[in-house]
C-alpha cells in the first residue's frame, strides 16, 4: 500500500517562511506529476503547485514568484518552499502524486496526504 506522508506545517508570521515536505512510502514503480494542494476554511481545494517527472512546473498566480516546488525522484519526494507568506495563505496543505505502484497489477492512481496545516498571522 503507498502512502504520501507530509510534514513541515505550522505557524508562521506573515513575511516569514516554510518549508513542506512530502514523501511517497510504500512500493512505487514510477511517480508521474506531483503536487500541492490546499483548502481554506469554506473554500474549494485549490492547486498550488506542480511539477512534472520532467521537471517543468506550473503554480496559481496567488503564489508565482514566493512558492517554489521541487522534487527528489531519488526519494520519491516533493517539497513546497514557501516565502513571504501572507494571511490569506492559510490553508490545510495536501501533498498529490499521480504514481503507478510497484505490486503487480502496477495500476496507476492518485494518491494524496493527509494534510498538514498551514497558519499565516498578521
Known amino acids: 500500500q503507498v502512502q504520501l506522508v507530509e510534514s513541515g506545517g505550522g505557524l508562521v508570521q506573515a513575511g516569514g517562511s516554510l518549508r513542506l515536505s512530502c514523501a511517497a512510502s510504500?512500493?512505487?514503480?514510477?511517480?508521474?506529476?506531483m503536487g500541492w494542494y490546499r483548502q481554506a476554511p469554506g473554500k474549494q481545494r485549490e492547486l498550488v503547485a506542480v511539477?512534472?517527472?520532467?521537471?517543468?512546473?506550473n503554480y496559481a498566480d496567488s503564489v508565482k514568484g514566493r512558492f517554489t516546488i521541487s522534487r527528489d525522484n531519488t526519494k520519491s519526494a516533493v517539497y513546497l518552499q514557501m516565502d513571504s507568506l501572507k494571511p490569506e495563505d492559510t490553508a490545510v496543505y495536501y501533498c498529490?502524486?499521480?504514481?503507478?505502484?510497484?505490486?503487480?497489477?502496477?495500476?496507476?492512481?492518485?494518491?494524496w496526504g493527509q494534510g498538514t496545516q498551514v497558519t499565516v498571522s498578521s
Open positions: 498529490n502524486a499521480d504514481l503507478t505502484i510497484g505490486v503487480l497489477p502496477r495500476i496507476r492512481d492518485t494518491y
Open positions: 510504500g512500493s512505487v514503480f514510477s511517480i508521474n506529476a
Open positions: 511539477i512534472t517527472n520532467g521537471g517543468s512546473t
